[in-house]
């Protein structure tokens, strides 16, 4: 089970952070990635952390601003979101893939994991 937290209402150029916290499973096995889903849009992805931590990728239009981090220990994956836009609006998913490989997986239907989702509101 993914819990997802952290979302909230942030005006332009603040900050928020997300968690992702993972229970009944192995979370070490555990690639995970943050999409994010806006009004009538698709769901998108946002970043990925590999089950080690040694690799982590981003979409483009988030690079720079957002880091993903991962704390073995605690079972959770964190976004941090600086310097955010109206256009990050959205609700924002954790996933998870069990897998032993380091394999960088953007689409949705690679992930066997969900959270529930925490919503993001950045004002202008």
């Known amino acids: 089970q993914l819990q997802a937290s952290g979302g909230g209402l942030v005006q332009a150029g603040g900050s928020l952070r997300l968690s992702c916290a993972a229970s009944?499973?192995?979370?070490?096995?555990?690639?995970m990635a943050w999409f994010r889903q806006a009004p009538v849009k698709e769901r998108e992805f946002v970043a990925f952390?590999?089950?080690?931590?040694?690799?982590?990728y981003y979409t483009g239009s988030v690079k720079g601003r957002f880091t993903i981090s991962r704390d073995n220990s605690k079972n959770t994956v964190y976004l941090q979101m600086n310097s955010l836009k109206p256009e990050d609006t959205a609700v924002y998913y954790c996933a998870a893939k069990r897998s032993t490989r380091v394999e960088v997986l953007t689409g949705p239907l690679s992930y066997d994991y969900w959270g529930q989702g925490t919503l993001v509101t950045v004002s202008s």
């Open positions: 952390i590999s089950w080690t931590g040694s690799t982590t």
């Open positions: 009944g499973r192995t979370f070490t096995n555990l690639n």
